[in-house]
């Protein structure tokens, strides 16, 4: 089952990122085994001048994956929009995932920031990916501002805690019932992953826990394996939790012997 | 014996020469500066011979050529310091501390009394650690004119401030075999080549003293600090896929001093002696090359392992162009085969 991001359609839910990879070799290999479809690329800071980084942006265009590039380090409003116009140029694509920090340390995202950028950037053609927390208010400014997905974070950039706050990921996936959701940052292990996936989510996004697992390529199909694992959970409709098990048999007619253990 | 002709003075063409030497072959090393300095990677290296450590991220071949280069530097320079190395981490990245011994060897863990005991200055600052006391230090910019004078009594010729362009390196050599290790400016002709920026500092503390290379975890900013003569400290380095060598970014710096600073708070204090950048030549596996292209041997991609491997990889190639190739099997898959008729 497909889903369409802006005008594409997309066979995979698991969007890779490209930094922290031993070496492009291994980042190659990762990506796939992760079946990936889109991979992210960091522009600010890999990017130096111009031409400097087409060595290595040349490995993500022979991935053959359609690349989402990113407006990671950007801390202002005006460095996001810049950064974007700058990828627009480079990977000749109106996608970009738009991170505007407002917090070095726990890479948490500005969201006064977030909304403005994603605002300048759809009034310019971009199609905007916007990386924000899991706050409804901002996530319906998002959506006023133009964005047609969003891309809520699990946990902080990097810190592999998985999904913090799992009731506020269910309140942003039955409040916006058809914007593609995307949980982005926080994963540390393919459970999370499929949790989120479980949760209804359309689809997952990460990149240290591949990258930094001692095994990039076994992970990245691990993952992939995890999220589509959690994909077809939520379309299979799973039951619902009880407060005491539910009997599968009916317990009438056992012998007395096996009461006990119905 | 054969003539050689080296380009190229960084770690790569002296430690390529250094062996051919041995084997008393004629070797003139071509530089297209004044000899080993600033102009080449080798100048800003941390000199740091740490294959254990590395293979948290590294290649298992790259551990292998390391113990091998590390006899050689033990035998060939007595600036050598076989102090080991200490990796840190402050409290919240205890997690990070912990991923590195899984995936690293030979190391013990260091409660904060053996911290103390092994850097005094350490003292009171961290609770955990692990030591590798196999690993070793030395100062490049000792190593490079020590390697140089070897050479010269060994007879090899220098030829200073030369730059062949792509033509002249175009026409075959007059020696038998030309040994092409101009690191990144061979990329005209080794395509797959790139280059991964790094920014180092050295800074200069009365306050601080350090008996070896410490090495400071973190998610994003990974810290090493490698101590030298006079009080003066190496402090790197970043690692950036771009090639843009022209200066050190602000953040970058503020990034690497915020790290030597929550190291220690006194290196506050320290000077700013230097700012360097450059460049690391690597293939897309990070792992070096020797190729063979007619009379040219090529041997680069030493990323940021040259000090380690350079020597280890410099020994397979004189074997190799010398036609004694007695490299171990597992070597093979990292020699490409003759390219001569192929293109690079």
């Given at each position: 089952m497909t889903i369409k991001f802006y005008d594409d359609e997309i066979s995979s839910r698991f969007l890779i990122g490209t930094a922290l990879y031993p070496s492009p070799a291994i980042m190659l290999e990762a990506i796939k085994a992760s079946q990936a479809e889109i991979v992210t690329v960091s522009l600010r800071r890999e990017s130096g001048t111009e031409q400097s980084g087409q060595n290595f942006w040349s490995f993500i265009k022979d991935s053959g994956a359609k690349v989402l590039p990113n407006t990671a380090g950007c801390k202002s409003v005006k460095e996001a929009v810049t950064t974007a116009h700058m990828a627009r140029e480079i990977f000749e694509t109106p996608w970009v995932k738009l991170e505007v920090i407002g917090e070095d340390d726990s890479l948490q995202p500005d969201i006064f920031g977030l909304v403005e950028a994603a605002r300048i950037l759809n009034e310019d053609g971009f199609q905007v990916f916007p990386y924000t927390t899991e706050d409804l208010v901002v996530a319906e400014k998002l959506i006023t501002a133009g964005c047609e997905i969003l891309m809520p974070w699990g946990a902080p950039i990097g810190s592999g805690r998985g999904l913090n706050n799992i009731y506020g990921l269910r309140s942003l996936r039955a409040h916006f019932p058809n914007i593609p959701l995307i949980v982005d940052a926080g994963i540390g292990l393919p459970s999370h992953a499929a949790a989120a996936m479980e949760l209804g989510y359309d689809a997952v996004l990460l990149n240290t826990a591949v990258a930094k697992a001692g095994d990039p390529v076994l992970m990245a199909k691990a993952f992939a394996l995890a999220i589509e694992s959690g994909l077809q959970c939520y379309q299979a409709d799973p039951i619902e939790k009880r407060d005491m098990a539910a009997p599968?048999?009916?317990?009438?007619?056992?012998p007395f012997w096996n009461q006990d253990h119905a | 014996m054969p003539s050689i002709e080296i380009i190229g003075s960084g770690i790569t063409g002296l430690s390529c020469a250094a062996f051919f030497a041995e084997r008393n072959c004629d070797v003139t090393v071509i530089s297209s500066s004044n000899g080993p300095d600033e102009s080449c990677c080798s100048w800003w290296a941390g000199g740091m011979l740490a294959p254990w450590c590395e293979m948290e991220s590294a290649e298992p071949l790259i551990g292998e050529l390391g113990l091998e280069t590390m006899k050689f530097w033990e035998k060939f320079t007595s600036s050598y310091q076989k102090k080991g190395t200490l990796v840190v981490a402050t409290p919240r990245d205890l997690p990070d501390l912990k991923r590195f011994g899984r995936r690293t060897e030979n190391w013990r863990q260091v409660k904060e009394d053996q911290i103390t005991a092994l850097e005094p200055d350490l003292a009171g600052r961290f609770t955990t650690g692990l030591y590798y006391p196999e690993e070793a230090h030395f100062d490049p910019r000792q190593v490079l004119p020590e390697l140089v004078s070897y050479l010269e009594s060994k007879g090899v010729k220098f030829q200073t401030n030369i730059s062949l362009s792509n033509q002249e390196l175009n026409v075959p050599s007059k020696a038998d075999h030309r040994i092409d290790c101009r690191g990144l400016a061979a990329q005209d002709h080794l395509n797959e080549l790139r280059g991964v920026k790094g920014e180092m500092l050295l800074i200069k503390s009365n306050e601080v003293k350090l008996s070896r290379p410490v090495r400071l975890l973190h998610p994003r900013i990974p810290l090493y600090i490698v101590p030298r003569d006079n009080g003066l400290f190496m402090v790197g380095a970043t690692m950036i896929e771009n090639e843009n060598r022209s200066g050190a970014t602000v953040r970058s710096v503020l990034e690497l001093l915020s790290a030597a600073y929550a190291l220690h708070p006194a290196l506050g204090e320290a000077e700013i002696i230097e700012i360097g950048v450059d460049a690391r030549p690597a293939f897309p596996d990070n792992l070096p090359r020797i190729l063979h292209k007619g009379k040219t041997t090529y041997l680069n991609g030493m990323y940021r392992h040259g000090y380690l491997a350079a020597p280890a990889m410099a020994k397979r190639l004189v074997e190799q162009v010398l036609g004694e190739n007695t490299a171990p099997d597992h070597f093979e898959q990292f020699c490409e085969p003759d390219l001569s008729t192929g293109n690079m």
């Open positions: 599968s048999t009916p317990v009438a007619g056992l | -």
